[in-house]
């Protein structure tokens, strides 16, 4: 008697829940989605094309609007691979700022995270709580470099300035500010009775599955794996901290959200080991004037908010600009699963979804 | 008399391969014509142009790929795959304490397969699938790279298959699910051609696009008219095709 049909719904690319300029297409049947198709590349900027044309310290300034929203950890990733590239010794000092940057960064891209997520499924105060925390980090990135968005903050074989004096006091100041914060997001959350049922269960992967699919960062480690950059391959000062790596049980959008929180808290205890035990001396190693690596190829990975941030980069020993470079970007791979997440959801399922594995359209498209 | 000519003989050793390769022309630019004047390094060795003035003996050939010193430990997984697959490890690779298998095309599935499911192995986990371009390159100009992680034994590996322009490569998205994405990047940069591909489209550039972008030949400034040596030259274009409008 009725006849069940399909329909093709669009959403996207300007909508205020893909965080960007994402369109998915969707496939209904009623309010079920059968299937979806991830259509990207509307901020193509050809950051890949453009550094294989830039000296490379110029570099570093592209790699600042990849991952907007942690822009230092991008800085790091890059200067790190160059690093390994040239053989280059980084000094201690410099390793642990890069460590406290990072994992402040960490924390501030995660503010931004728990806001805009729980803003996308309704709880409207998380965002403003989460951005008030956010913003006494970027007042900490302003002191340290004069930038709020896009850092510009490291430098090839180490750092482009010491920290300003006091600045590790403040450091240690927002840490004690920031711990009751994040129980603060938890009243809120954690055991809200509509956050459950908005989350739990919605959008399961399994841990295999989703090693499959290449996820990585806490949209993987949600699943049960307990894989993190910072534990099984080190850089910066990571091997000298002690944290650990928070992992979920049921791979669902709950667990990703309790993986992120718990995430919050191990990033605080990194910073206070880090900030408290800075060693004295220089902050950047042994470079040439011209920076030249000699031929050969390498790829470094590091652990960016988002999952597994890597680089290979290819020298050809004879020109000041790379032959290849080619960014890893997390997001675009934890974006891959989104059409495996969504289907058999419901169409509001399909925001809190994308909300769940943390995008950033600036690093998909590069 | 024959104990002298002992010493010249440089030891082959292809670690040597950064200084002993062609040192000519001072990092003369790419092939790509830039409209401003690109800032080549300020003539690191102002010594060779006279001699060797080939233009475009500056596009280098290849990546360099170091051999293995004879004294490193060549991992489990190395030797696992040789013996599992022969003929599938032509050449290997040691810089930087990053491996390397370089494997041929027609073996690349069975290598991929022995390298997801062998218990020495297990690369469950494809970090990234790239390519790079080198056109002078007799055996093909492109180098398909794909980067294994195994979340078991958390070691590392780079495979990496070289192809000419037209070669068909092997689709590993039936081993790894992750590379559909991945290797439709490459595709829509490169244009290299997957086959297998449950959906081989462009993913980053518009459906329309022509051309290759990540191609060392594809100018920096993008194709057809735009491409002009001076601004000037496109405000008059800009103005022609106005003037072409009004009429």
Known sequence: ?366 | MADDPQKPPPPPQAADTPESAPSAAPAAPKPAPPPAPKAAAPAAKPAAPSAEHAPKAAAPTGPVEPAPSADAVVPTFITSLQNGVPGAVVQLSLYLGDWTVIVPVSHLLQAAEHLHHAPECVFDYLSDLTATDWPPRPEGRFDVIYMLYSTRHRHRVRVKVKVAEHTPVPSVTGIWPAANWLEREVFDMFGVNFTGHPDRRRILMPEDWQGYPQRKDYPLEGPGELLMESPIDWLKLRQAREEADIE
């Open chain 1, 1 to 366: 008697m009725f006849d069940t049909s399909e329909l093709v719904i669009n959403m996207g690319p300007q909508h205020p829940s893909t965080h960007g300029v994402l369109r998915v297409v969707l496939r209904l049947d009623g309010e079920k989605v059968i299937d979806a198709e991830v259509v990207i590349g509307y901020l193509h900027r050809g950051i890949e094309k453009l550094s294989e044309n830039r000296n490379w310290t110029q570099i570093i300034l592209l790699t600042d609007r990849m991952d907007y929203v942690a822009a230092a950890t991008n800085n790091v990733g890059y200067c790190e691979t160059v690093e390994k590239l040239m053989q280059i010794d980084v000094p201690r000092r410099a390793k642990y700022v890069r460590t406290i940057l990072c994992e402040l960064q960490r924390i501030a891209s995660h503010c931004l995270w728990v806001g805009t997520h729980a803003m996308d499924i309704g709880a409207m105060t998380v965002f403003l709580y989460a951005f008030r925390e956010r913003e006494l980090i970027l007042d900490l990135f302003e002191e340290f470099c004069g930038a709020r968005l896009t850092y510009n903050s490291m430098r090839i074989g180490g750092l482009p300035l010491d920290i300003p004096p006091g600045w590790d006091k403040k450091v240690l100041a927002f840490c004690d500010i920031m711990d009751a914060k994040i129980d603060e997001y938890e009243t809120l959350l954690t055991h809200n009775r509509i956050w459950l049922e908005r989350t739990k269960g919605v959008g399961v992967i399994s841990g295999a599955e989703a090693t499959g699919l290449g996820m990585c960062g806490p949209a993987l480690r949600g699943s049960g794996v307990a894989r993190d950059v910072r534990k099984d391959e080190p850089y910066a000062a990571y091997d000298e901290m002690e944290f650990e790596v928070p992992v979920g049980v049921a791979g669902d959008t709950y667990d990703r959200y309790l993986v992120r929180m718990e995430e919050f808290r191990q990033s605080l205890r990194i910073i206070r080991q880090a900030t408290q035990g800075i060693p004295e001396g220089p902050i950047v190693g042994k470079v040439p004037r011209l920076i030249k690596p000699a031929a050969g190829e390498t790829y470094h990975a590091i652990e960016s908010p988002k999952g597994e941030l890597g680089y290979f980069i290819v020298s050809d020993g004879k020109s000041t600009n790379p032959y290849r470079f080619r960014v890893r970007p997390p997001s675009f791979c934890n974006l891959q699963a989104l059409p495996r997440l969504v289907r058999g959801h419901l169409v509001a399922d399909v925001v809190a979804l994308i909300g769940s594995i943390d995008i950033v359209l600036g690093e998909v498209d590069r």
